[in-house]
């Protein structure tokens, strides 16, 4: 007898063909992945409605075998990332250096895939940990795929890869309690850093607000290594990769970063997708910096060493172009999942240098794409393969999606027109001599100063910037549950800077401080760089930011209005936020629906707030603990808040003191200028700083 459909309890499902009434269009008939039409995707193949299931049920079995294999291995690092696609266009040929196409060609749009990630989390981990991100973008050129794989800090922890396992496995979470997740606050960390002094420059960048970014399109991204640009007669120019976004750089507080990792775990993620959904285009500049062999001579480091940087006032740096995203993927997996990013991969006319971080990270990241996508045929994955056209002689393998035609599959052959042969204008080496050294497992002397550049860092910033890397060192160490750790990092930071040191033991609760380790070379006073500063390559600007706007029954309409209409155009997006999702009644008598409730839609998501409150709404609010938290977190998070007077028992209740940037919402302009910017000297009044 033929099996019955039995729909017994199921909703009614739209049928293949069929116009399903809300969503709109028609449904294609599903199938299975052999293209067999599927009646029934609901009900398993059973010898009764009470009997067990077959195993001849080639549906079930299809669908449950696909779904177990769903998840492929995480990244180890960078497990976490947003992407998205864009182009990147050349504004000033670099000719003079490199035959590069996509360095040469002015006004050539070439498509990216540029994916942004947090390092020591796993995939499902939060946005907003204290930690590096990732900023790798993928060319499509007409030369080929180059990957520059980088983050949004210039220089690396340690200086040769070999010991880039270590540095992973203290970071993550410890192995015999799986915990913290996507966080350098534990003993493991620490500990290898204390031991580990080369790292101390990267240290005071990840203490800094670099690792807390406001957003992915607010943060700088570094190529980190030098690498060379070739002429047509092989003549090398070292070079720097710099990227600078349009909208300038903002961090946020820590307090509000670890608030928004319960609040919205996505929010770096969302943000990104609403700006691309909204029709925002984020932008970066493409700068370089060019130096010769003879200028990195006379620098007063090694510029091969990845802890080390090359300050603007030293070589400048030359726009050549601009990055801007356009499109979020349409599908996360198949796109910002198996995306296979590789330093290895360059064009003719860039190539690597000497610097012993790059030439491992050369050799790991195909090895690890081997292992993650788990076939030799990555490359084939739309979002890996070239735009241009690719051919050679390697064959089969998993997931082969390719069909080479013909007998021919090696060469030299004669026996068959149209096999990939070698060409004169493919990929060439500079052409080095190698330095007549012995060989060995040996590090350069002049990679010996590990403080000279962390001290510059850290004197470079402005006073809100230094005690907020004094604060997160104190936070930090304080997580640490081995005191001779803590003492060895104090001892490392006397090197830095003696004030800093001081701080931090006090903060500590040190009752002394700590002997400082044994040095190799007398750190240096470099000059003051203020571009190693958020602070100073902030825009005063609303756009990109986020304003929210809190109302409830009886709000001033027309004040309402004056401020959206004014936010939004100077660029930012508003949201209205009520104690009801179904909006308020305002002044006016009409309702006004809003954007988000007030329990799940904090102040922490905004970089400016307006109280727009009839006296009775502010007093009812005060009593609600949502209503309260908006507020205090928004002026300890160093925001502007524009208020009216029904909101003055929900200011007094927050703690708000009345400060240049709490302002009368009449106010207008005035709220805008303040929201453009935090407001840095309430700071010491509303945290103990180390
Ligand atoms: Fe790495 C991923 C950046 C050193 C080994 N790395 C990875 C990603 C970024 C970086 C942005 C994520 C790419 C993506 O979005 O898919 N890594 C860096 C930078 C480094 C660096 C800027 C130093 C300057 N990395 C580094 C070293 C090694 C690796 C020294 C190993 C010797 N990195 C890897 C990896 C990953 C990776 C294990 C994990 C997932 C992947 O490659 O595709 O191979």
Not at 199 to 225: K, Q
Not at 301 to 321: Q, R
Not at 518 to 539: H, V
Not at 674 to 682: E, F, I, L, M, Y
């Amino acid at each position: 007898m033929a099996s019955k459909k039995n729909d017994a309890g199921d909703m009614p499902r739209g049928q293949g063909g069929e116009l399903h009434p809300q969503a709109g269009g028609q449904h294609p008939p599903m199938t299975t992945n052999q293209g067999i039409p599927v009646a029934d995707d609901q009900n398993s193949l059973r010898t009764g409605p009470h009997g067990p299931v077959l195993l001849e049920d080639f549906v079930l079995r299809e669908k449950i075998t696909h779904f177990d294999h769903e998840r492929i291995p995480e990244r180890i690092v960078h497990a976490r990332g947003s992407a998205a696609h864009g182009h990147f266009e050349l504004t000033k040929s670099l000719a003079e250096y490199t035959t590069a196409k996509v360095l040469t060609e002015v006004g050539e749009k070439t498509p990216v895939f540029v994916r942004f990630s947090t390092v020591a989390g796993g995939a499902g981990s939060i946005d907003t940990p204290r930690d590096v991100r990732g900023f790798a973008v993928k060319f499509y050129t007409k030369e080929g795929n180059w990957d520059l794989v980088g983050n949004n800090i210039p220089v690396f922890f340690i200086q040769d890869a070999i010991k880039f396992p270590d540095l992973i496995h203290a970071v993550k979470m410890e192995p015999d309690r799986a915990f913290p997740q996507a966080a350098t606050a534990h003993d493991t960390f620490w500990d290898y850093i204390s031991l580990t002094p080369e790292s101390m420059h990267m240290v005071m960048w990840a203490m800094s607000d670099r690792t807390l970014p406001r957003s992915l399109r607010m943060m700088e991204g570094f190529g980190i290594h030098s690498f060379r640009l070739l002429d047509a007669e092989g003549r090398s120019t070292f070079v720097k990769f710099h990227w600078r976004p349009k909208l300038g750089l903002q961090s946020t507080v820590w307090d509000e970063a670890m608030k928004l990792a319960g609040y919205d775990p996505d929010f770096h993620r969302r943000d990104l997708f609403e700006a691309l959904q909204r029709g925002e285009r984020p932008e970066w500049e493409l700068a370089v910096q060019l130096f010769t062999d003879e200028d990195a001579a006379k620098f007063p480091f090694d510029h091969l060493d990845a802890t080390k940087l090359i300050p603007e006032e030293l070589v400048p740096l030359t726009p050549i172009g601009r990055l801007v995203l356009e499109r979020w993927p349409d599908n996360f997996f198949a796109e910002t999942e198996q995306v296979a990013f590789c330093p290895a991969n360059i064009v003719p006319g860039i190539d690597f240098s000497n610097d012993p971080l790059l030439q491992g990270r050369l050799f790991s990241y195909l090895d690890t794409q081997l292992s993650r996508l788990g076939s030799p045929n990555f490359h084939q994955i739309p979002i890996n393969a070239p735009k241009c056209p690719f051919a050679n002689l390697q064959r089969d393998g998993h997931m082969q999606m390719h069909v080479p035609k013909g007998r021919v599959s090696y060469e030299p052959s004669s026996l068959q027109a149209n096999t990939p042969r070698e060409t004169p204008a493919g990929f060439a080496s500079f052409a080095q001599r190698p330095d007549d050294g012995i060989k060995g497992r040996a590090r350069p002397e002049s990679f010996a100063d590990h403080y000279s550049q962390a001290r510059q860092f850290y004197r470079s910033q402005t006073v809100p910037e230094q005690a907020h890397i004094a604060t997160a060192l104190v936070f930090e160490l304080s997580k640490v549950e081995t005191p001779h750790v803590r003492e060895a990092i104090v001892g490392h930071l006397r090197h830095i800077d003696a004030e800093l040191a001081e701080r931090v033991a006090a903060g500590l609760g040190l009752d002394a401080l700590p002997p400082a380790p044994p040095l190799k070379i007398e750190p240096m006073d470099l000059p003051p760089s203020p571009p190693l500063q958020i602070i100073g390559k902030a825009r005063p600007t609303l756009e990109g930011r986020s304003i929210g706007i809190l109302v409830d029954d009886g709000s001033d309409a027309a004040r309402v209005l004056a401020l959206r209409e004014a936010a939004e155009g100077a660029g930012a997006t508003v949201k209205i936020v009520a104690p009801k999702v179904g909006g308020a009644t305002l002044s006016d008598g009409k309702k006004l629906a809003a954007d988000g409730q007030l329990a799940g839609t904090p102040s922490v998501i905004f970089d400016a707030v307006a109280l727009v409150l009839a006296e009775k709404a502010g007093q009812t609010l005060t009593r609600e603990s949502a209503a309260r938290d908006w507020v205090s977190d928004a002026f300890a998070h160093l925001k502007a808040i524009a208020f009216d007077e029904g909101a003055r028992p929900l200011l007094d209740i927050a703690g708000v003191e009345v400060d240049a940037g709490v302002i009368a919402a009449g106010d207008v302009k005035g709220f805008l200028v303040a929201a453009a910017t935090r407001q840095w000297d309430r700071e010491p009044g509303v945290r103990m700083l180390a």
